[in-house]
């Protein structure tokens, strides 16, 4: 879930353009072009960076840029970095740094002897590599290229900085606290970050996570297991991600499948770890073996609810995006007859079969949809929200306005909603007032956004949303 506190206009484009974009990308590989008005924005001198970021109190996002033959790294420049929209909205929270490689032959000696420096400090060995680390230069996320454009990249880093904000809330509650208190909001700062980067950099926390719960009466002992296997954990992960980085493709998934098969894990990190194998699998381009490997991944023991849902939905989008949209459809209704029998809510999967619906010009039945998941997603705002503003779309695209506008009104209303999801609705309805021309309607919403925002700082924060989109639409027409 994209952070509230900090990035609420990004979480805004990531709920409301992403529903009018992101399958569209999947599909047919649209991107935006590429705009290097703002490329002043990098730098190179990551010592600079470091001291201006905790200066600012911002975190810092090392970019370690391959040679000009890295074709991933060309596509993540062109159709992330190098665009305005990225810039624009990602240095309010971040200082971006580029470590070029040290074969590159643009880079100056001094960006070679950066290279070195801080290619060894974040052991990187495979292009691109994206660090996210606070000022502090502890890392709370890692990334490379996935496809999707700006606005996928902009939710995964909205994502990212969440991550971190809870890390630091958690972190700042557990100084004041002792025991198995402690253990807990301990294990809440950690929990979010993945397993190899707490592996690697957070080795001191729990180590003091088993010790305060020596007993295991949380069970946070047996989650991050004894020091000993903690630490067997933590080697093996690393030289888990090097194997996947370095190895050939046949030769990384052969160790992934042993150490799998001799060495127990907890479900999230075996997860994690079949995640390092497909994404080896994705850049074989094998449909029918990532089919196998995700099957593996849904049915893994432990394995339910809405995280096997997320997995269903994982298989289908690569599905479609492989040309497969009959059968990816057939999955999809089939994992929902399935779901409706053991009684699960299927949110996901309505959510997912809503919009692949809307990306398939389908909004009667789109809308069929989101109704048949709205009733069940009542204990569920977040993704109630998703659910509502779909439905909203399909109403839009049907050419019945006044529908799409009571649907966000009925949801912007209901003081049982938390206010920002309410306020995010509100300005859902001022975007497709103004795509009706209903440029003073439209103001009208946006200033009761921020009325219906609850706190001061979300009054700023939807302030601040609401003069950037007039903004946006002022330059746009």
């Known amino acids: 879930m994209i952070s509230k506190p900090n990035c609420v206009f990004t979480r805004f484009r990531a709920q409301i353009f992403l529903r009018h974009f992101a399958w569209a990308f999947l599909a047919w590989g649209i991107f935006g072009a590429p705009n290097q008005a703002n490329a002043d924005q990098w730098t190179t001198d990551a010592d600079s960076a470091i001291r201006t970021a905790k200066k600012e109190g911002k975190d810092l996002l090392f970019y370690f840029a391959g040679t000009e033959?890295?074709?991933?790294?060309?596509?993540l420049e062109a159709e992330v970095f190098d665009q305005a929209d990225f810039q624009d909205e990602i240095t309010s929270e971040y200082l971006l740094v580029r470590i070029e490689h040290i074969e590159s032959s643009n880079a100056t000696e001094m960006e070679k002897i950066q290279s070195m420096r801080w290619g060894r400090e974040f052991a990187?060995?495979?292009?691109?590599?994206?660090?996210?680390?606070?000022?502090?230069?502890?890392?709370?996320?890692?990334?490379?290229?996935?496809?999707?454009?700006?606005?996928?990249?902009?939710?995964?880093?909205?994502?990212?900085?969440?991550?971190r904000v809870d890390r630091d809330d958690a972190m700042a509650k557990a100084e004041k606290a002792k025991g198995l208190e402690r253990a807990t909001l301990l294990d809440q700062a950690i929990s979010g970050i993945s397993e190899t980067i707490a592996g690697v950099y957070y080795p001191n926390v729990i180590e003091e996570i088993i010790a305060l719960d020596a007993d295991n009466e949380l069970g946070l002992r047996g989650k991050w297991n004894s020091e000993k296997e903690a630490e067997q954990r933590?080697?093996?992960?690393?030289?888990?991600?090097?194997v996947a980085r370095l190895e050939k493709p046949e030769a990384a998934?052969?160790?992934?499948?042993?150490?799998?098969?001799?060495?127990?894990?907890?479900?999230?990190?075996?997860?994690?770890?079949?995640?390092?194998?497909?994404?080896?699998?994705?850049?074989?381009?094998?449909?029918?073996?990532?089919?196998r490997l995700l099957d593996q991944m849904i049915d893994l023991p432990g394995v339910e609810g809405a995280t096997r849902e997320r997995l269903i939905v994982k298989k289908i989008l690569l599905m479609r995006g492989s040309g497969r949209k009959e059968a990816a459809l057939e999955l999809l209704n089939l994992s929902i007859e399935q779901g409706r029998a053991t009684g699960a809510r299927n949110l996901f999967l309505w959510a997912a079969l809503g919009e692949m619906l809307i990306a398939d010009k389908q909004y009667d039945d789109a809308l069929r949809a989101f109704d048949e998941a709205i009733p069940a997603a009542r204990a569920n705002p977040d993704v109630l929200a998703d659910l509502v503003s779909g439905k909203a779309e399909a109403f839009f695209l049907l050419k019945q306005p006044a529908d799409a506008l009571a649907t966000l009104d009925n949801f912007a209303e209901d003081t049982n909603v938390p206010s920002d999801l309410r306020a995010e609705a509100t300005l859902h309805k001022s975007m497709l007032m103004r795509e009706m021309?209903?440029?003073?309607?439209?103001?009208l919403s946006e200033n009761r956004a921020v009325e219906i925002a609850n706190t001061p700082t979300l009054k700023r924060e939807f302030q601040n949303v609401v003069n950037q989109l007039r903004q946006k639409y002022k330059v746009a027409n």
């Open 69 to 75: 033959k890295c074709k991933d790294c060309q596509s």
């Open 124 to 163: 990187v060995t495979n292009f691109p590599t994206v660090f996210l680390v606070d000022s502090d230069l502890i890392p709370f996320a890692i990334s490379g290229y996935e496809k999707g454009g700006v606005i996928n990249y902009l939710g995964l880093l909205s994502e990212f900085h969440k991550v």
């Open 234 to 242: 933590k080697v093996m992960m690393t030289e888990l991600m090097l």
């Open 253 to 291: 998934i052969k160790e992934i499948d042993k150490v799998l098969a001799e060495m127990e894990f907890p479900v999230a990190q075996r997860l994690e770890i079949l995640q390092m194998k497909l994404n080896i699998v994705r850049r074989q381009n094998k449909p029918q073996a990532l089919d």
């Open 437 to 443: 021309g209903k440029t003073r309607l439209a103001r």
